[in-house]
């Protein structure tokens, strides 16, 4: 559990998780109503921008 935090494997893992979501989506736009194809693409944008977030580094300033 400790060399997890050391080495911000937790973190990896759940940026990996949100890669995997993005790519079972593929790349079309499955729903053929304008509305649907809207909120598809809302969850789209939520799951890459948590994506985005995950793989952000936390920079601290140190002395």
């Not at 940026?15 to 809207?38: H, I, N």
């Not at 994506?51 to 002395?63: A, D, H, N, S």
């Amino acid at each position: 559990a400790i060399w997890k935090r050391w080495s911000g494997y937790h973190r990896r893992s759940l940026v990996e998780t949100k890669m995997r979501c993005v790519k079972l989506m593929g790349e079309r736009v499955m729903a053929r109503d304008f509305d649907r194809q809207v909120a598809e693409l809302q969850v789209r944008a939520a799951i890459l921008n948590r994506f985005t977030q995950l793989g952000t580094p936390e920079t601290v300033r140190v002395g």
